[in-house]
């Protein structure tokens, strides 16, 4: 009841006296408290907290999030995490206007302001910063996709941006998008709709942010995800990472883009230099996910991997039955410490249990 009457609150760590910075969150489901445990917490061990009501937030934003009327500009402080577009990006080959794209994150920015993602590429113009496209679909008999735009079978766009905001411990955007059908007679349907919900934590040492999409049937007829090596959450990396080879995947089973394509790790990490520097992205596969760990598509000589359920078969969302996955992403200076990857994917996986004990006064 306390969290539907109120909107801020003050936490307090009982044995130190610290104020913590508490958010509450309404948009992912329903409401809850998200606080960020900065210090370690020992497997087993117990932490207390004092909850009161506030009339506003005692702590100040740390994590803004802004409209351009073309994206949404995330930010951590002073530094940029990325920006989402909502707004078409058009293709900058006019000879190939189809590659034009909405509801994708880019630029995806590390803490030191250097851009690690890509757009465009010449090599495959049809990659787009942080994506979610099926590469081989079947709806109402016909074949479709939302990954290969010259095709011109179907497409990715975004449709609604739901709502977004910041806080001392998140911000956040909620945002719908839509598969479409470009084959269909009569005009393009609808295949599929998607909830992306996207959380950006208060860190700005390493940025950490959350997406969790939910992929539902737009209509009553089922959608198959065909059996394919790739398609899915999806990355493509650095422009320099490409033309020069210097990138690679680092994976929890220690593979790399030697030995890594179509293995099913928890976590990959895609890295390499800029401007001398070594900087990358993991991504964690959520333990809900359908077919966790999922297969994932390692490229060797291009700097994208996508988490592909459909490479060992295919699978049916069904009217009614929303297919839902999750991913974390850690953007990251320098070379990846694995033991703290491990350490953030069994945190993601398996976040700590909350007891609320009622107050006797």
Same mark, same amino acid.
């Given at each position: 009841t306390e969290l539907a009457d109120h909107d801020h609150f003050e936490l307090v760590r009982i044995d130190t006296d610290e104020r913590i910075p508490v958010q509450v969150d309404r948009?992912? &489901?329903q409401p809850t408290l998200v606080w960020i445990l900065r210090d370690k917490l020992d497997a087993g061990a117990v932490r207390r907290y004092r909850l009161t009501s506030t009339t506003k937030s005692p702590n100040p934003e740390r994590v803004t999030v802004t409209d351009d009327g073309k994206r949404l500009l995330v930010k951590v402080g002073d530094k940029s995490v990325f920006a989402y577009n909502h707004a078409i990006v058009p293709s900058p080959d006019s000879k190939h206007p189809y590659y034009a794209r909405s509801g994708y994150i880019h630029p995806l920015y590390n803490p030191s302001g250097q851009i690690v993602t890509d757009d465009f590429n010449p090599d495959h113009a049809h990659q787009? &910063? /942080?994506m979610? +496209?099926?590469?081989?679909?079947? @709806?109402?008999?016909?074949?479709?996709n939302g990954w290969d735009q010259q095709a011109g079978l179907g497409k990715v766009e975004h449709a609604e941006l739901e709502a977004f905001g910041g806080g001392p411990v998140f911000g956040f955007f909620k945002a719908t998008l839509r598969h479409v059908d470009l084959t269909a007679p009569g005009e393009p349907a609808a295949v599929l709709d998607e909830t992306w919900y996207v959380r950006t934590y208060a860190f700005d040492d390493a940025f950490l942010f959350d997406i969790a999409s939910t992929q539902t049937? +737009? *209509? +009553?007829?089922?959608? *198959?995800?065909?059996? /394919?090596?790739? &398609? &899915?959450?999806? /990355?493509?990396?650095? *422009?320099d990472w490409h033309e020069q080879g210097n990138f690679d995947y680092l994976t929890d089973e220690g593979k790399t883009k030697a030995d890594g394509n179509q293995t099913r790790p928890r976590w990959v990490d895609l890295s390499g230099p800029i401007a001398g520097q070594t900087t990358g992205t993991l991504i964690m596969d959520h333990n809900s996910n359908f077919r966790f760990p999922q297969p994932v598509r390692l490229h060797p000589t291009m700097p994208y991997f996508c988490f592909t359920p459909a490479s060992i078969g295919s699978f049916t969302i069904q009217p009614g039955k929303p297919y839902v996955s999750?991913?974390? @992403?850690?953007?990251?200076?320098? *070379?990846?410490?694995?033991?703290? +990857?491990?350490?953030?994917?069994y945190q993601y996986s398996d976040t700590p249990k909350v007891q609320i004990v009622e107050s006797a006064e």
């Amino acid at each position: 009841t306390e969290l539907a009457d109120h909107d801020h609150f003050e936490l307090v760590r009982i044995d130190t006296d610290e104020r913590i910075p508490v958010q509450v969150d309404r948009h992912g &489901g329903q409401p809850t408290l998200v606080w960020i445990l900065r210090d370690k917490l020992d497997a087993g061990a117990v932490r207390r907290y004092r909850l009161t009501s506030t009339t506003k937030s005692p702590n100040p934003e740390r994590v803004t999030v802004t409209d351009d009327g073309k994206r949404l500009l995330v930010k951590v402080g002073d530094k940029s995490v990325f920006a989402y577009n909502h707004a078409i990006v058009p293709s900058p080959d006019s000879k190939h206007p189809y590659y034009a794209r909405s509801g994708y994150i880019h630029p995806l920015y590390n803490p030191s302001g250097q851009i690690v993602t890509d757009d465009f590429n010449p090599d495959h113009a049809h990659q787009h &910063g /942080i994506m979610l +496209a099926w590469r081989k679909m079947t @709806f109402d008999g016909r074949e479709t996709n939302g990954w290969d735009q010259q095709a011109g079978l179907g497409k990715v766009e975004h449709a609604e941006l739901e709502a977004f905001g910041g806080g001392p411990v998140f911000g956040f955007f909620k945002a719908t998008l839509r598969h479409v059908d470009l084959t269909a007679p009569g005009e393009p349907a609808a295949v599929l709709d998607e909830t992306w919900y996207v959380r950006t934590y208060a860190f700005d040492d390493a940025f950490l942010f959350d997406i969790a999409s939910t992929q539902t049937c +737009a *209509s +009553a007829k089922p959608v *198959s995800i065909d059996t /394919i090596h790739y &398609g &899915g959450m999806t /990355i493509r990396g650095h *422009s320099d990472w490409h033309e020069q080879g210097n990138f690679d995947y680092l994976t929890d089973e220690g593979k790399t883009k030697a030995d890594g394509n179509q293995t099913r790790p928890r976590w990959v990490d895609l890295s390499g230099p800029i401007a001398g520097q070594t900087t990358g992205t993991l991504i964690m596969d959520h333990n809900s996910n359908f077919r966790f760990p999922q297969p994932v598509r390692l490229h060797p000589t291009m700097p994208y991997f996508c988490f592909t359920p459909a490479s060992i078969g295919s699978f049916t969302i069904q009217p009614g039955k929303p297919y839902v996955s999750r991913y974390r @992403f850690h953007v990251h200076d320098g *070379s990846l410490d694995v033991n703290i +990857a491990n350490r953030m994917w069994y945190q993601y996986s398996d976040t700590p249990k909350v007891q609320i004990v009622e107050s006797a006064e």
